[in-house]
């Protein structure tokens, strides 16, 4: 059984920091491209960013030179550091596996506030 279970949420007042978690199992995850991807109330889901089982990383414009993405194949885990947080990054964050192609898998989502 498949599970991606996100933590590290909470609030944070703008300019400050987060770290978000996902942690895998039952997947093949040092072959898998792991994302993380965003929803904020009345807004589709978008992506954030992802990074590829050798470690290539691309991001969104909204996020790029603030978020980095990282992993670690031994733990099966991968982390998305935010730093500079904006209000606009209020959201559901979710870490999302794509062992082939596509992102089959999808974690529960972790709520990141950012007050103003």
Same mark, same amino acid.
């Given at each position: 059984? @498949?599970?991606?279970?996100?933590?590290? #949420?909470?609030?944070?007042? &703008?300019?400050?920091? =987060?770290?978000?978690?996902?942690?895998?199992?039952?997947?093949?995850?040092?072959?898998?491209?792991?994302?993380?991807?965003?929803?904020?109330?009345?807004?589709?889901?978008?992506? @954030?960013?992802?990074?590829?089982?050798? #470690?290539?990383?691309?991001? &969104?414009?909204?996020? =790029?030179?603030r978020f980095t993405i990282s992993r670690d194949n031994a733990k099966n885990m991968v982390y998305l550091q935010m730093n500079s947080l904006k209000?606009?990054?209020?959201?559901?964050?979710?870490?999302?596996?794509?062992?082939?192609?596509?992102?089959?898998?999808?974690?529960?989502?972790?709520?990141?506030?950012?007050?103003?």
């Amino acid at each position: 059984q @498949v599970q991606l279970v996100e933590s590290g #949420g909470g609030l944070v007042q &703008a300019g400050g920091s =987060l770290r978000l978690s996902c942690v895998a199992s039952g997947i093949m995850f040092s072959i898998s491209t792991m994302a993380w991807f965003r929803q904020a109330p009345g807004n589709q889901r978008e992506f @954030v960013g992802h990074i590829t089982n050798n #470690g290539d990383t691309r991001y &969104a414009d909204s996020v =790029l030179g603030r978020f980095t993405i990282s992993r670690d194949n031994a733990k099966n885990m991968v982390y998305l550091q935010m730093n500079s947080l904006k209000p606009e990054d209020t959201a559901v964050y979710y870490c999302a596996a794509s062992p082939r192609v596509g992102y089959d898998y999808w974690g529960q989502g972790t709520q990141v506030t950012v007050a103003s």
